[in-house]
Every structure is written in C-alpha cells, then in structure tokens.
T-cell receptor
Framework: AQSVSQHNHHVILSEAASLELGCNYSYGGTVNLFWYVQYPGQHLQLLLKYFSGDPLVKGIKGFEAEFIKSKFSFNLRKPSVQWSDTAEYFCAVNSRNSGNTPLVFGKGTRLSVIA | GAVVSQHPSRVICKSGTSVKIECRSLDFQATTMFWYRQFPKQSLMLMATSNEGSKATYEQGVEKDKFLINHASLTLSTLTVTSAHPEDSSFYIC????????????FGPGTRLTVL
C-alpha cells in the first residue's frame, strides 16, 4: 500500500527565510506526486504536480518541488517565504495507470511565517 | 483545470438527523469519485471510492450503513450521513477523477458539517 511521510509537523520561519518541506513516499510503481496548500479556514488548493518529464516542477506562488526517484522524495521549496504563506501543506501521491487508486495524503506540515 | 463543486458548503444539523452532501464534476465526466474526511488540524482521510453505477468501496473502519454513497451519474455523487451524531462533525471533501489525463483528481471546496 502507498504511504506518504512528511517529516516536519510544524515549521516556523521568519519572513524572507528559505523553505524546504520534506516528503517521502512508499510505493514501488510509477506515481504521480502533488503538493496542496490549505490556508486557515479554506479548502485545498493545488500548488504543483509531477507526472513525468523534468523532475524539477514549478508551481504557483513561487513554490517548486524536486522529484528524486532514487530517494522516493518530492520535497517542496520556496526561496523566500512571506507571511501569507502561513498555511498547512500536504504532500500526496497516487499510482499512475492504475484504475482506481485514490490520492494518499501525508499528515501535513503546518507552516507559520512570522514577521 | 477541471472543476468540482460541492453543496452545501456548510451545514448544521441536530443529532439524529440525516444530511446529504452533493459532489458534482462540472466540465468532465467522472466514473470515479472519492470522499475524504478531515478533522480539525488533521490530514485528509479517505472514506470511500465511489464508482458510477456500482457500489462504493469503503475504507476500513468506515461504516457503510452510516455513510451512504450514491454515484448515480457520471457527474454526481452524493454522501448521506445518516443519524448524524456530534462525533460526525467534520470537513467532508470530495474529489473526482478526470480519466483524460493521468487519472488526476480534482477536489471540491468541501462541506463543513456540524452536528449539535
């Protein structure tokens, strides 16, 4: 069964600091990888996704993620965070070319950006 | 991208009543939809997979008689929480798979259920 591990439960950063959130998955086949953000009191929004091709994926709001197949990782990065990036971040994975496999989510990482 | 809607966005009900939540794919046909539940400050937990024209597949620990799922058409799945209790209060989120590209799932905005 697939599983997703997010290493950091809560990250606190000052504005302009660089961000890296870890995500590792457990699955032997070909996968699709996603990062979602959930701002306080709001619904999920897709930040970026990886299906194939260039393993460095750029998303919205200056976020990027790098798929490292050998490490089963898909870490999220942003060079300079803003206060408005305060939110919950979820990594998710599903199986490609497998009929009904739903997205499996990590437990999430809460990011708090302070002035 | 594809759009998924949910209705209602928020519902408050009395204990013992039933609540129906609708999930619609607006611009694509979804043979498969998923229902997730998110408790405060927690991640999304898959409740069930809903397949058009057949019975839903429930995850372990999810009561199928309490959470009735009907996927009657290619654009609509409904989740009915029967005899709701305060512990059912949660954020319910549906997603629909677009078969066109890599089985990508698109998420609805969620329904916040509060049972008094």
């Amino acid at each position: 069964a697939q599983s997703v591990s997010q290493h950091n439960h809560h990250v606190i950063l000052s504005e302009a600091a660089s961000l890296e959130l870890g995500c590792n998955y457990s699955y032997g086949g070909t996968v699709n990888l996603f990062w979602y953000v959930q701002y306080p009191g709001q619904h999920l929004q897709l930040l970026l996704k990886y299906f194939s091709g260039d393993p460095l994926v750029k998303g919205i709001k200056g976020f990027e993620a790098e798929f490292i197949k050998s490490k089963f990782s898909f870490n999220l990065r942003k060079p300079s965070v803003q206060w408005s990036d305060t939110a919950e971040y979820f990594c998710a994975v599903n199986s490609r070319n497998s009929g009904n496999t739903p997205l499996v989510f990590g437990k999430g990482t809460r990011l708090s950006v302070i002035a | 991208g594809a759009v998924v809607s949910q209705h209602p966005s928020r519902v408050i009900c009395k204990s013992g009543t039933s609540v129906k939540i609708e999930c619609r794919s607006l611009d694509f046909q979804a043979t498969t939809m998923f229902w997730y539940r998110q408790f405060p400050k927690q991640s999304l937990m898959l409740m069930a997979t809903s397949n058009e024209g057949s019975k839903a597949t429930y995850e372990q620990g999810v009561e199928k008689d309490k959470f009735l799922i009907n996927h009657a058409s290619l654009t609509l799945s409904t989740l009915t929480v029967t005899s709701a209790h305060p512990e059912d209060s949660s954020f319910y989120i549906c997603s629909a798979r677009d078969p066109g590209l890599f089985n990508e799932q698109f998420f609805g905005p969620g329904t916040r259920l509060t049972v008094l």
